[in-house]
T-cell receptor, first 115, second 118 residues
Framework: GQQLNQSPQSMFIQEGEDVSMNCTSS?????WLWYKQDPGEGPVLLIA?????ELTSNGRLTAQFGITRKDSFLNISASIPSDVGIYFC???????????????FGKGTKLSVIP | DGGITQSPKYLFRKEGQNVTLSCEQN?????MYWYRQDPGQGLRLIYY???????QKGDIAEGYSVSREKKESFPLTVTSAQKNPTAFYLC?????????????????FGAGTRLSVL
C-alpha cells in the first residue's frame, strides 16, 4: 500500500523560532492535508492542498503541495507554546473505486516548544 | 453544534469482554471511519463505511466489528479476539459518498476514546 514518510519524528524548539516539517510519498497524491493533534484529543484540520505547487497559509502556518505531487511541507513561523502537539500529514490518491477516498497518514511530528 | 461525538472518553475492558465505542455525527456526512492510534504508529484504519448498511475492512480489522444502521452512527465493538486492545480510538467522518465526482475527502475527527485493559 501507499506509505508516507514524515520527518522529523520529533523536534524541540525555542519559543519564537520557525519550524519546518515535511512528508514524502512513493505514490502521487491528489490532495494533501495537514492536521494537528493536542494531547488526548482528536486531530484538527489545519490546511488542505488540492493542486500541485499550491502554497496556502493559515495564520502563522504555511503549507505547500509539491510539484511532483509526492511531497508536502508545513512551516510554522514564530512558534508559541500552544503550538505544542503532534502534526500529521495525510494524502489522498485519485478515485479508483470503493474505498479509494481513504487517506494515508504519516506517523506524525511531535513538536515541543520551550518557553 | 455540528460535529462528531465519541463516547465514552475513557473505557476499561476486562479479559474476555466485548466493549462498544460510540460515534455519532450530525454533519450529514455519508462516510465514517474508525482509526486506532498507538504511540509512534500514527493512525491505522480499522473499518470504514461509505453509506448506511455497508462497511469495509481497513488495514487492522481483526478483532473488531462495526455496524452502520443509521447515517449518524457508526459504533465500533472491540471483541475478546482483539488481544491487544489498549489504544486511543478515533472516529472520523467525511462528506464522501459513492459520488465519483467528489474529489476531496477531508475527514473530521472526534475527540477519541482511550481504551485500557484491566
Amino acid at each position: 500500500g501507499q506509505q508516507l514518510n514524515q520527518s522529523p519524528q520529533s523536534m524541540f524548539i525555542q519559543e519564537g523560532e520557525d519550524v519546518s516539517m515535511n512528508c514524502t510519498s512513493s505514490s502521487i497524491f491528489n490532495t494533501w492535508l495537514w492536521y494537528k493533534q493536542d494531547p488526548g484529543e482528536g486531530p484538527v484540520l489545519l490546511i488542505a492542498l488540492y493542486k500541485a505547487g499550491e502554497l496556502t497559509s493559515n495564520g502563522r502556518l504555511t503549507a505547500q503541495f509539491g510539484i511532483t505531487r509526492k511531497d508536502s511541507f508545513l512551516n510554522i513561523s514564530a512558534s508559541i507554546p500552544s503550538d505544542v502537539g503532534i502534526y500529521f500529514c495525510a494524502g489522498q490518491g485519485a478515485y479508483s473505486g470503493a474505498g479509494s477516498y481513504q487517506l494515508t497518514f504519516g506517523k506524525g511530528t511531535k513538536l515541543s516548544v520551550i518557553p | 453544534d455540528g460535529g462528531i461525538t465519541q463516547s465514552p472518553k475513557y473505557l476499561f475492558r476486562k479479559e474476555g469482554q466485548n466493549v462498544t465505542l460510540s460515534c455519532e455525527q450530525n454533519l450529514n456526512h455519508d462516510a465514517m471511519y474508525w482509526y486506532r492510534q498507538d504511540p509512534g504508529q500514527g493512525l491505522r484504519l480499522i473499518y470504514y463505511s461509505q453509506i448506511v448498511n455497508d462497511f469495509q475492512k481497513g488495514d487492522i480489522a481483526e478483532g473488531y466489528s462495526v455496524s452502520r444502521e443509521k447515517k449518524e452512527s457508526f459504533p465500533l465493538t472491540v471483541t475478546s479476539a482483539q488481544k491487544n486492545p489498549t489504544a486511543f480510538y478515533l472516529c472520523a467522518s467525511s462528506i464522501e459518498g459513492r459520488d465519483i465526482g467528489l474529489a476531496k475527502n477531508i475527514q473530521y475527527f472526534g475527540a477519541g476514546t482511550r481504551l485500557s485493559v484491566l
